[in-house]
């Protein structure tokens, strides 16, 4: 009912507009990007969910060397709020302190063109021959092991399976990438995408391992309790927003 005294055809035209203005309105907020915390820190709902920083941008505290004590050295800088490895010295894997049964692992990641390196999870230190799994990261169209296979390709089980429609970003570009494991389950997710599934111990793992170098590595493929590494393959890789859950 239009209001006393207002004619029929500019109360019409005033309604249309204030219908079109809360469309507009609501069109506005779905499209605006969730909110995100500056770079290594955490939102509030981020913290409620139960993350905790890696990497919190100006320390190692947390991470050590790979079967030793000590704080990473050789090989790994933190410069301008960036975890990064120094390229062609003899650097050494680094680990989490802490280790992780069911989990969620989310990192950003930028190798320089043509570089390899690689994040590996469920790690043990009492198989240093074969750690634990790798999430390949690798620039796809410039390194040469990537052309030795599809399960040598960024975001695959390395050696072992191959991610698929990966919307991956040349070397030299920011990428983020996330690993869940929950169970026996395993993903592999890359760039908001999910571009691997698989289970810990399955046929599919046991057939992939059988083909692979880990052959004779005892266990490797099965679900352990383990840390988080960081690789060093000698080629120049940027980190930042390195975080983890505790999945229950």
Not at 112 to 126: A, H
Not at 191 to 204: C, F, H, Q
Request: proline residues 5%.
């Amino acid at each position: 009912m239009n209001p006393p005294g207002l004619p029929k055809r500019l109360f019409a035209t005033l309604m249309k507009s204030r219908l079109l203005l809360a469309a507009l309105s609501l069109s506005l907020a779905l499209a605006a990007p969730a909110i995100r915390a500056a770079d290594n820190q955490l939102t509030a709902a981020e913290k409620a969910a139960g993350w905790s920083l890696v990497f919190d941008g100006k320390s190692f505290d947390g991470l050590r060397i790979y079967r030793q004590k000590s704080p990473p050295a050789i090989g790994w800088e933190i410069k301008d709020g960036l975890l990064k490895t120094v390229a062609k010295v003899k650097g050494t894997d680094i680990v989490t302190d802490n280790k992780f049964t069911d989990f969620e692992f989310s990192w950003d990641w930028r190798l320089e063109p043509g570089g390899n390196n690689g994040v590996k999870y469920c790690v043990t230190e009492d198989r240093p021959g074969a750690p634990g799994y790798e999430y390949q990261m690798i620039d796809d169209e410039k390194h040469s092991d990537a052309k030795n296979g599809a399960n040598r390709l960024t975001a695959s089980f390395y050696y072992v399976l191959p991610a698929h429609n990966r919307p991956l970003k040349p070397g030299g570009e920011w990428n983020s990438s996330r690993i869940v494991v929950k169970g026996n389950r395993v993903e592999h997710w890359l760039n908001g995408k999910n571009v691997l599934t698989y289970e810990l111990g399955s046929a599919e793992v046991k057939k992939g391992v059988a083909e692979s170098k880990f052959a004779k590595q005892p266990g490797f493929g099965d679900k352990i309790t383990g840390h988080l590494m960081l690789t060093y393959h000698q080629d120049e890789c940027w980190y930042k927003n390195v975080k983890v859950r505790e999945l229950k």
